[in-house]
């Protein structure tokens, strides 16, 4: 497992000798065009699973071996050409992930089982759902599954999981055996077939006590005198990078913790995906004094709220600058989506609404398999009501 390249067996499959496989220990090993054109061929590509936004994470040193993601990125060829590959980590603890299984490395703990490292497909620290594993058909997406299956067996992991995946890969999972989960994110949609003309037209669209509240945060911000500069792309300096670096930095220290990403691999975004990247920076009195870093999918219109900070305390700038200041530049460049990450329920009362997300898992042990099962059973009929609770707090007009 600690060597650059090496093959895999896939145990179970028809015609194993079709299907080359190989497992990777640095994205930079693979073909980034041929990576890149199973994204695109992909149900639901986002930019977080192009090979340049994958390799700056190893490159960076934010997801390796050392913070407890370790390559073993899988592809498969069949006649010489690449037909599936997924991002594939070993896992020595589970941070960083948003989809909590921490109960069950416990019980496997307490029964004397070793639950870590396990083996998990995902892009590190971001929980934006779409395709995980790239495949050309339904077989190479079976495959890519049977694969992950026997590398878990011969090195004897405890587990494998997909997070954050497609509807594809969801019922290829279902197919495959694997167990499924959901939970819940909170996404904002603009209207249809029409967009929003302007964010009063948005608020427009609220309840009343929804728009007064949002209307009082927004005037509380400009009221302490905040302004907000908006930079996409190539406009956004070096200098504009080390300041948001600073504020995401410094968000992570009053929460006594480290942030998952290094000033490197923003660095590498800045030079390999600028297209990709929507900086709001908030000043006071010509001084910044927050940030929000946004990224974007300009050929589908999605945008995803992903990084913020603040140097100083206003009342209701995270809210301005997460939410407000993005939707609204969604709505004046016709966007379609805005995702606000992960959990959240105070999303809803600012239109972004709940959505259903999906995980797939397969556990080595029968025993533990059977119990997760009959836990994600109960989980699942939770979450429905969860659904259907939050769906009678809907924030727009009936």
Known sequence: ?????????????????????????????????????????????????????????????????????????????????????????????????????????????????????????????????????????????????????????????????????DEADRSAAEAAGWMLRSTVQFHWTNRAPAGYADFADFLASLQRDKRKKIQQERRYVREAGVEFETRIGTQIRTADWDFFYRCYRNTYREHRSTPYLTRDFFARMAETLPQHWLLFTARREGEPIAASLIALDPERGHAYGRYWGALVSVSCLHFEACYYQPLQWCIENGYRRFEGGAQGEHKMARGLMPVRTHSAHWLSDARFADAVARYLAREGAGIEAYVDELDERNPFKR
């Open 1 to 165: 497992m600690d060597q650059e390249e090496n093959t895999l067996s896939i145990d179970g499959t028809r015609d194993p000798e079709a299907w080359a496989v190989q497992v990777h220990a640095d994205p930079a090993l693979i073909d980034a065009q041929a990576w890149d054109a199973l994204v695109d061929a992909s149900p639901a590509p986002t930019p977080f699973m192009r090979h340049a936004y994958l390799c700056a994470l190893h490159a960076s040193a934010s997801a390796v071996a050392g913070t407890g993601w370790a390559p073993q990125f899988l592809v498969i060829e069949r006649d010489g050409a690449l037909v599936a590959a997924c991002p594939l980590y070993l896992k020595s603890h589970s941070y960083g992930e948003y989809v909590f299984d921490w109960a069950w490395a416990q019980a496997y703990e307490e029964a004397g089982l070793r639950y870590y490292p396990k083996l998990l497909s995902a892009v590190p620290f971001t929980p934006v759902p779409g395709s995980r594993l790239l495949a050309r058909d339904p077989a190479a997406r079976s495959v890519l599954l049977r694969a992950m299956e026997s590398f878990a067996r011969q090195h004897g992991m405890s587990s494998a999981h997909v997070l954050f995946l």
